[in-house]
């Protein structure tokens, strides 16, 4: 029996001589009843034209589930089988569940399936319980054929009927049982009697539909079950009871694992489109972080750790852009939540507590990438939490950062850029600059922590520090506000603050009243020292100078502090290390005037009266003296408006506008690197100079013969750094000096075999000939003058010891003659001489590859001047050549043998076949030679 063929009868829809849907039914169930089994017939024999129908069809369903579970679960079905099994499972849908379904529960029929509205339209005679029998009957056989997986798709098609059905066998309210007789009428204004022991039997019918309902969402898709349960809940007409209980479901779906991701895959579909999307995602946003149910913090539990594995996974499009809209919509909603089961998870590496845990490398690696996706990506930034959030972390993050500041540590860069944001907030930074340095040493900011390089080349914090660095701590600290130069004037000016206060007597004779040990005081002593040479540091660099020119009264302020808390302290004689800090702070005044810096003249005439009566202390150091009367000096001779008549005269006469300023800066920097008596610096400057060139600069072009010459002498350097750094150079100059560059390189590529004090790598070499071979042909028609130098410098790399070298000199000799258009002369012996060789004694097949594939291109490019150019010269070539075809066990070789013997051959044939001439000459007499 073919149950398919069957089931395409029932499903047929080609009688058009009923007069209804029922009588179509008829007709159908007419055809196939005769196939059915005896038992079958007698069972729907004694109910109506539909239930008959419906019947049959779930029978022919559930015996091809069995043939499927004998045969091969997982194997295929046909597009025609499916299609009938599609439809089948329609009408199941159409004519035993939709029509059954209360008022607000689901879709109806007019919105789900318009051309199924006839089958509702015609009204059946049923009651309440036939009904419900039939929406039972039809409910029970799709979740029995969803267990079939070449079913299954075709009932996640009608899912959402399903659901419908499901909520409301598990969760409609039932009438009362009663002892008394009570007339309810139905639709068919029939008789209904609900009795204890109906209603009894009906409550186990609920919990069988719930049970059945809670397996099915487990095995169905989460993403098809949060769609179509949001359908559902968003009809306008849905009853209470509905709303309620697919609240309750959804919240049960959504604290699942996944769940998070199944919603928004419910929502945005597969691909999300961040501009048409954006408003769906906030929405989601908003909906995830809201608490739902009634125990907030259970709910915040279960969904939290998703929003984390979110922003983690490196498998879904946008996650991390995703986790950060979800997170920063729970910081709206419930800060504290956000805090304690987002931010403190992800910085959990980062605390600190008794007894002490070593950290390994993938907590650290998986703390510092949560927080540079929260905090640093650049997608939405205004999605992003605000830095305050993880200021209890700031200090070991700065820890962890002062370890690998100077190394290739793969987590340096994301480390950097987050103590960066963290500094860009105004109120916190000076705070953040204390626990940085070691003046603030309270856990406010977190605890200093010791971090070394495990195993694997990560971090871990192995314990807490407390013996400090300072002066270390201060390096990492300038190199921080070196990056950001906008941070180092608040630095200069949180140090000068410091400074005045330890310098204060008041503080003084608190230190004094404190009990100190000989440890406590050295570690005061190196903070202070510490602090003395971050404060030079800064004094040095050009932003504070900057800074000070717009703003001086804060350097003047401090100074007169300092002169008053020295005079106050050291009545009988001051040292000069007690006075290093004055020191420094007047040679950045001195500095100041004299880059003729526009200061307001005022304030410095105040300055310099407050000198002049401070130099009268017969207490100060005599150098410290010196300097008052040097600044006094420049303060008394300061002219404002000095600098700009100097720069106008500078820009009537001198100034070259052709050239860029900041890139002329740049090309004195370099010349000035290559004065440096340090090698790596020296070395530096050519990369600088090389650099320049190929970006065409101006000021470097316009200079290109003095960069030659630079690039030339460093030539002769032994250090393979500065040597390899000039060959880099010259041919960055070699469209520029095409010339030049032959003569200088072409020495350079023969000798470099013979230069042992320096590392030349085969890659050099091999770089080096490409681009004498591209010089060559930028010079064009000139390179002829070249010939000679540039065949022989190839001829003799044929020889080297490297077969890559060999292999890569023949294939440049080979661009050189198509370069030189073939007119190579007496060359063309030695050239043929040296490729015929290679042929017969080089071992490796890539050389000879190369030597056949010059061979080839001499062929083509002479044609049938080969005969005249080579003559006799051309036997002993043949017959390698031939030799190689026939004996070679290289079958590429083998091949590029044929193809130059079938161009001498063409060639030959060429010139035997010529058709004659026919030409008559005629000459011209000198008509004075005519008699």
């Known amino acids: 029996m073919d149950f398919y063929e069957m089931l395409c009868t029932l499903i047929s829809s080609s009688d058009d001589q009923a007069k209804s849907f029922d009588d179509k039914l008829a007709r159908i169930l007419e055809k196939v009843m005769q196939l059915l089994p005896e038992d079958v017939r007698q069972s729907i024999r004694n109910v109506n034209i539909r239930d008959q129908y419906l019947q049959t069809i779930i029978y022919i369903l559930c015996n091809i589930k069995e043939e499927n579970g004998k045969i091969d679960t997982n194997a295929p079905i046909s597009v025609k089988q499916y299609r009938s099994i599609k439809i089948a499972i329609e009408l199941i849908v159409s004519i035993g569940i939709i029509p059954f379904l209360l008022p607000g529960v689901g879709i109806d029929m007019a919105k789900l399936c318009p051309k199924a509205l006839k089958i509702c339209q015609?009204?059946?005679?049923?009651?309440?319980?036939?009904?419900?029998?039939?929406?039972?009957?039809?409910?029970?056989?799709?979740?029995?054929?969803?267990?079939?997986?070449?079913?299954?798709?075709?009932?996640?098609?009608?899912?959402?009927?399903?659901?419908?059905?499901?909520?409301?066998?598990?969760?409609?309210?039932?009438?009362?049982?009663?002892?008394?007789?009570?007339?309810?009428?139905?639709?068919?204004?029939?008789?209904?009697?609900?009795?204890?022991?109906?209603?009894?039997?009906?409550?186990?019918?609920?919990?069988?539909f719930h049970a059945k309902f809670i397996s099915l969402l487990n095995n169905c898709p989460h993403y098809i079950c949060f769609r179509e349960l949001m359908i559902i809940l968003g009809m306008q007409n849905a009853p209470k009871w509905l709303r309620k209980e697919t609240q309750n479901y959804?919240?049960?779906?959504?604290?699942?694992?996944?769940?998070?991701?199944?919603?928004?895959?419910?929502?945005?579909?597969?691909?999300?489109?961040?501009?048409?999307?954006?408003?769906?995602?906030?929405?989601?946003?908003?909906?995830?972080?809201?608490?739902?149910?009634?125990?907030?913090?259970?709910?915040?539990?279960?969904?939290?750790?998703?929003?984390?594995?979110?922003?983690?996974?490196?498998?879904?499009?946008?996650?991390?852009?995703?986790?950060?809209c979800c997170i920063k919509a729970l910081y709206d909603y419930n800060p504290n939540a956000c805090l304690k089961y987002i931010i403190e998870v992800i910085c959990a590496p980062l605390l600190t507590k008794e007894p002490y845990v070593v950290k390994s490398e993938k907590e650290i690696e998986q703390c510092i990438d949560g927080l540079a996706k929260c905090f640093l990506t650049e997608d939405a930034k205004f999605k992003h939490l605000p830095c305050t959030v993880i200021l209890y972390v700031a200090t070991p993050l700065f820890c962890l950062y002062n370890t690998v500041r100077e190394s290739a540590c793969i987590l340096k860069t994301n480390l950097r850029r987050l103590l960066l944001k963290i500094l860009e907030e105004e109120t916190t930074r000076e705070k953040l600059y204390a626990a940085f340095l070691g003046h603030d040493t309270s856990a406010k900011f977190g605890d200093y922590v010791t971090a070394q390089f495990g195993p694997t080349g990560g971090l871990q914090i192995t314990e807490l520090n407390k013996n400090l660095k300072y002066e270390e701590l201060a390096d990492t600290v300038f190199e921080l506000v070196s990056i950001a130069k906008d941070l180092s004037p608040s630095l200069f000016y949180y140090m000068l603050k410091f400074l005045s206060n330890i310098n204060k007597s008041s503080y003084k004779v608190e230190r004094q009243n404190m009990l100190e040990t000989e440890d406590d005081k050295i570690e005061y002593i190196a903070m202070q020292l510490a602090a003395h040479k971050l404060l030079s540091q800064l004094a040095s660099t050009s932003a504070i100078q900057d800074a000070q020119v717009k703003n001086l009264m804060p350097l003047l302020s401090f100074?007169?502090?300092?002169?008053?808390?020295?005079?106050?302290?050291?009545?009988?004689?001051?040292?000069?290390?007690?006075?290093?800090?004055?020191y420094i702070s007047l040679m950045l005044i001195k500095f100041l005037l004299e880059k003729k810096a526009t200061l307001k003249i005022d304030l410095l005439k105040d300055f310099a009266t407050f000198l002049e009566k401070h130099r009268r202390n017969s207490n100060l150091p005599m150098q410290l003296r010196s300097l008052i009367d040097e600044v006094v000096a420049y303060i008394v001779t300061y002219d404002p408006n000095e600098k700009s008549r100097v720069k106008t005269e500078e820009r009537k006469y001198y100034q070259d506008i052709s050239i860029n300023l900041t890139t002329s800066n740049k090309f004195d920097e370099a010349i000035k690197d290559l004065a440096d008596p340090l090698l790596p610096v020296r070395a530096h400057g050519l990369v600088t100079l090389t650099k320049l060139i190929e970006s065409k600069d101006s000021c470097a072009v316009a200079r290109k013969r003095i960069v030659l010459r630079l690039f030339q002498e460093n030539l002769k350097h032994e250090d393979s750094f500065v040597y390899l750094a000039s060959i880099n150079g010259l041919c960055a100059l070699a469209t520029a000096f095409p010339e030049e560059i032959i003569e200088i390189l072409m020495p350079e590529y023969i000798d470099m075999p013979n230069r042992t004090d320096a590392e030349i790598t085969v890659e050099t070499r091999i770089k080096l000939g490409e681009i004498l071979v591209k010089t060559t042909r930028a010079l064009g028609e000139m390179s002829v003058v070249h010939k000679n130098t540039l065949v022989n410098g190839f001829l003799c790399a044929t020889r080297d010891a490297d077969p890559l070298v060999r292999a890569s000199s023949l294939s440049c000799l080979g661009e050189l003659c198509k370069v030189l258009n073939f007119r190579l002369g007496n060359i063309l012996i030695e050239i043929l001489y040296c490729i015929a060789c290679i042929i017969k004694s080089d071992k490796t097949p890539e050389c000879r590859r190369a030597a056949v594939l010059v061979a080839t291109l001499l062929f083509r490019g002479l044609g049938r001047d080969t005969l005249n150019s080579l003559g006799s010269d051309?036997?002993?070539?043949?017959?390698?050549?031939?030799?190689?075809?026939?004996?070679?066990?290289?079958?590429?070789?083998?091949?590029?043998?044929?193809?130059?013997?079938?161009?001498?051959?063409?060639?030959?044939?060429?010139?035997?076949?010529?058709?004659?001439?026919?030409?008559?000459?005629?000459?011209?007499?000198?008509?004075?030679?005519?008699?």
């Not at 100074?559 to 800090?581: M, P």
């Not at 130059?900 to 000198?926: M, T």
């Open 874 to 931: 051309l036997v002993d070539l043949y017959r390698g050549l031939k030799h190689l075809r026939d004996n070679d066990d290289d079958p590429v070789l083998r091949l590029h043998a044929q193809l130059a013997l079938e161009e001498i051959d063409h060639i030959i044939r060429d010139f035997l076949s010529a058709p004659s001439k026919l030409e008559k000459r005629i000459f011209l007499l000198n008509p004075s030679s005519i008699p």
């Open 122 to 208: 015609e009204e059946e005679k049923l009651n309440c319980m036939e009904k419900y029998k039939r929406l039972c009957l039809s409910t029970h056989s799709l979740l029995d054929l969803f267990d079939d997986l070449n079913l299954r798709p075709a009932i996640l098609s009608q899912i959402g009927p399903l659901i419908a059905a499901l909520l409301q066998l598990s969760h409609a309210p039932l009438a009362k049982p009663s002892s008394k007789v009570q007339q309810s009428s139905n639709v068919n204004k029939q008789e209904f009697h609900m009795t204890i022991e109906e209603y009894q039997r009906l409550q186990n019918c609920q919990k069988e």
């Open 250 to 324: 959804l919240i049960k779906i959504l604290v699942q694992s996944n769940g998070v991701l199944s919603l928004i895959t419910a929502i945005c579909e597969d691909d999300l489109d961040l501009g048409a999307d954006w408003k769906k995602l906030e929405t989601i946003c908003k909906l995830i972080a809201a608490s739902h149910g009634k125990n907030a913090e259970e709910y915040y539990k279960a969904v939290c750790p998703q929003i984390l594995n979110l922003l983690c996974s490196g498998n879904i499009n946008h996650s991390s852009m995703i986790a950060n």
């Open 559 to 582: 100074i007169k502090s300092l002169f008053n808390a020295y005079t106050k302290s050291y009545q009988d004689k001051t040292e000069e290390d007690e006075c290093e800090i004055l």
